[in-house]
């Protein structure tokens, strides 16, 4: 199958309209239905994904890996403590050699900047797996599981209770691009970057539980990266009372889903009883990235198909 072009980049939500989320969504469902009934479906024989992680990761890295595996190509994984990256090696010189070498990449870095001159110089799509600004496979993800629980998004309202965090922005450009609401509350000190935010799709609430009333799905994120704890007291401290527990789910829709990206502290931005009960849908988040990202792989490669 050619390849398509020009080349299409995924480092932010909005970089995908409203009719490609559309198309990606109807070919995850059918690429999931395959995996699921182990049919052999390999488009990308002879092609290699190169992931570039300068962050840990475990489902990023795992559904990205396996998922290029299961359509038949090749993943190598590159971390920036044992490549020339993390030696200094300039990104726009990386871009343009790892992009003559195979014929896509994700990468995992920290400055949104970084990622888009690194796609500036690549010659093939770049995927983001996550910067400090966005995420925009995750809430592909999430929008994909909601639409599989409950149908569509459009005209319902999302609770972020938490941090405002790259998932947040995403999840507000989302809002634009699909239609629908985000109520938004974060603990003082952690408020959003208006720089980042591009939609008026969005309420503020100072009290968490008050986002929560009337959301047809709560969603929240770990307070303190994983293994950073010690340094994040004064953190724990001021989200005092933003965990998501089930007096604040109690106030959200009686269908209402409970979200989060994962990794997770429990007994922190959500009680166990939450993440682990009827409402939660976790599992089947972190599973869809998995295929989503195939979908998405195939779309920016091969196109509509
Ligand atoms: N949600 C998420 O991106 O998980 P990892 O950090 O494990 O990739």
């Not at 340094?231 to 005092?240: G, P």
């Not at 527990?245 to 997770?264: G, N, T, V, Y």
Request: glycine share 6%.
């Amino acid at each position: 199958m050619p390849i398509q072009k020009p080349i299409k980049h995924y480092l932010q939500f909005s970089d995908l309209t409203l009719d490609e989320y559309e198309y990606v969504i109807e070919r995850a469902r059918i690429i999931k239905r395959k995996f699921k009934n182990y049919e052999i479906y390999h488009p990308m024989i002879d092609r290699t994904l190169v992931m570039v992680f300068d962050k840990n990761s475990t489902r990023t890295r795992l559904s990205f890996e396996a998922g290029m595996h299961q359509l038949g190509g090749a993943a190598i994984y590159l971390n920036t403590r044992d490549s020339q990256l993390g030696r200094g090696e300039p990104v726009e010189d990386a871009g343009q050699v790892m992009s003559r070498m195979c014929d896509i990449i994700m990468v995992r870095t920290f400055g949104q900047d970084i990622i888009e001159r690194f796609a500036a110089n690549s010659r093939v799509p770049v995927i983001n797996g996550l910067t400090n600004e966005h995420h925009p496979c995750q809430v592909f993800a999430d929008i994909f599981t909601y639409i599989e629980h409950r149908g569509s998004i459009t005209g319902k309202t999302v609770a972020w209770v938490g941090d405002a965090n790259n998932m947040l922005y995403s999840w507000l450009q989302a809002a634009e691009v699909f239609g629908f609401h985000v109520n938004v509350s974060t603990p003082h000190g952690y408020e959003m970057d208006m720089s980042l935010v591009s939609t008026d799709r969005f309420t503020l609430f100072a009290n968490p539980a008050d986002a929560c009333e009337g959301a047809h799905l709560v969603n929240t994120d770990v307070w303190t990266s994983m293994g950073y704890e010690e340094e994040n007291a004064a953190r724990l401290k001021a989200f005092d009372g933003w965990i998501v527990d089930s007096a604040k789910m109690a106030r959200a829709a009686p269908d209402a889903l409970f979200m989060h990206c994962l990794p997770a502290h429990r007994g922190e931005e959500v009680s166990a009883d939450v993440i682990d009960g009827p409402q939660s849908v976790v599992w089947d988040e972190a599973e869809n990235r998995l295929h989503i990202q195939k979908a998405l792989i195939e779309y920016l490669l091969l196109g509509r198909i």
